[in-house]
């Protein structure tokens, strides 16, 4: 199947469709924090964002990114330790190794 941008707060991201889904139809990336990245404030299509949480787990660490664009939306990125603090602004967009990006049509609530 081949790769859709997905409109975010920060522009586009490409995912791979799990399902049939239409243009305009409401949905879902998800995206594995293998997937994602600590990028350059500025890069394009990045996502700002807050480090609340960060967890070690050897020579890389999980971080837990609340994004400023839309409130209570959170990621969690897959780095190396000591890439950010908690606290840190930072800027978040697709990395280039892990599985691709995975779109879902959203349940209707």
Same mark, same amino acid.
């Given at each position: 199947m *081949? !790769?859709?941008?997905? /409109?975010l707060?920060g522009?586009?991201?490409d995912?791979v *469709? $799990? /399902?049939?889904?239409?243009?305009g139809?409401? $949905?879902e %990336? @998800?995206v594995? *924090? /293998?997937?994602l990245a600590? @990028?350059p404030s500025g890069?394009?299509g990045a %996502?700002s &964002?807050?480090? /609340? +949480?960060?967890? =070690?787990? &050897?020579p @890389?660490? =999980? =971080? #837990?990114?609340?994004l400023?664009?839309? +409130?209570?939306?959170?990621v +969690?990125? #897959?780095a190396?330790? !000591?890439?950010? $603090?908690?606290?840190?602004?930072?800027? @978040? &967009?697709?990395?280039?190794?892990g *599985?691709a990006?995975r779109?879902?049509?959203? +349940?209707?609530?």
């Amino acid at each position: 199947m *081949p !790769g859709l941008p997905a /409109e975010l707060g920060g522009g586009a991201w490409d995912g791979v *469709p $799990a /399902e049939d889904i239409s243009d305009g139809d409401p $949905a879902e %990336l @998800v995206v594995r *924090p /293998e997937s994602l990245a600590l @990028v350059p404030s500025g890069t394009s299509g990045a %996502l700002s &964002g807050r480090v /609340e +949480e960060r967890r =070690y787990a &050897g020579p @890389v660490t =999980y =971080y #837990l990114i609340a994004l400023t664009a839309q +409130e209570g939306a959170e990621v +969690e990125v #897959l780095a190396p330790s !000591g890439a950010a $603090a908690e606290g840190d602004t930072v800027a @978040v &967009g697709p990395g280039t190794s892990g *599985p691709a990006a995975r779109i879902f049509k959203r +349940e209707a609530s």
